[in-house]
């Protein structure tokens, strides 16, 4: 049995039901996204760093392993599960809260933490992201931001896989 605490970064990670309670006591303004992060690439990182630099804290929502199955991103989706998925993403400076949701869509854990900021990836128009209307409707923004190093965990495990036949 090892003596040593737990790392500070698992701090970062939040319970669902904590999750409206958790975004209430960080500094404003409150930049949220959401995602997959299967398998943390600098597209990820860079992303996230953009977005936390909108605000002063950003919370990162994260498809629970059952939430990424029914998105049809592969059988084998997702590679890592979702506590690996949510240390990996809390260890991040840019990082102040992560937490899992199980629906099809954020919108829930969106209503719950009401940010003031709200992003997505350059793939997602701003009339597409989910929680936008009432991010708007409370004068928040929105925004998509343009990806940088336009990387994917798909194309990532499609280049591994051809490399192993």
């Known amino acids: ?5 737990l790392p500070l970064f698992e701090r970062k990670i939040c319970l669902p039901e904590e999750l409206g309670v958790r975004a ?3 500094p404003a303004p409150v930049v949220l996204t959401n995602g997959c992060f299967d398998i943390l690439h600098r597209g990820h990182v860079t992303y996230l760093a953009q977005a936390r630099a909108l605000g002063a804290s950003l919370i990162v929502l994260v498809n629970t392993d059952a939430s990424v199955k029914r998105q049809d991103k592969g059988k084998d989706r997702p590679i890592n599960p979702l506590p690996d998925r949510l240390a990996m993403l809390a260890a991040l400076e840019s990082v102040n809260l992560v937490a899992g949701f199980d629906e099809d869509t954020p919108e829930a854990a969106i209503l719950a933490c009401q940010p003031d900021i709200l992003v997505k990836g350059g793939d997602w128009p ?8 009432a991010t708007l409707a409370r004068g928040g923004q929105v925004y998509s931001i343009p990806f940088i190093h336009p990387l994917s965990t798909t194309a990532f495990l499609e280049k ?6």
């Open 160 to 165: 591994i896989r051809k490399s192993a036949l």
């Open 24 to 26: 209430r006591m960080l």
């Open 1 to 5: 049995m090892s003596t040593f605490p």
């Open 126 to 133: 701003v009339e597409a992201i989910v929680g936008a209307e």
